[in-house]
């Protein structure tokens, strides 16, 4: 049985969160260097932020309660062996 623990997928929704937040940083710089400070792209920027910050804190209260010890089952032989009806002579 292949297993890995939970705490795995939190680490690729940091790494996530971290290219995100590059992104992010560089289409300010954009904003900021092009001199492109309108009312169109102030709503744009302020709106992804607003909703950047809702989804993290919304994300932060769903995961509060999860234990990260609980280990995923990835690869299971022994429901492959009985699903195609294999038994092992072990």
């Known amino acids: 049985m292949l297993t890995i623990p939970l705490y795995i997928i939190l680490f690729l929704y940091l790494a996530f969160l ?3 937040f590059i992104f992010s940083l560089i289409n ?3 904003i900021v260097m092009s001199a ?3 009312l169109a792209s102030f709503f744009m920027s302020f709106f992804v932020f607003a909703m950047t910050i809702l989804t993290i804190y919304f994300t932060a209260q769903l995961l509060t309660g ?3 010890q609980i280990p ?3 690869l299971d032989l ?3 062996s009985r699903v195609f009806g294999i038994h092992n002579s072990f």
């Open 36 to 38: 492109s400070f309108t």
């Open 66 to 68: 999860v234990n990260w």
């Open 78 to 80: 022994d429901w492959l």
């Open 18 to 20: 971290s290219i995100f």
């Open 72 to 74: 995923i089952i990835v």
């Open 28 to 30: 300010f710089y954009h």
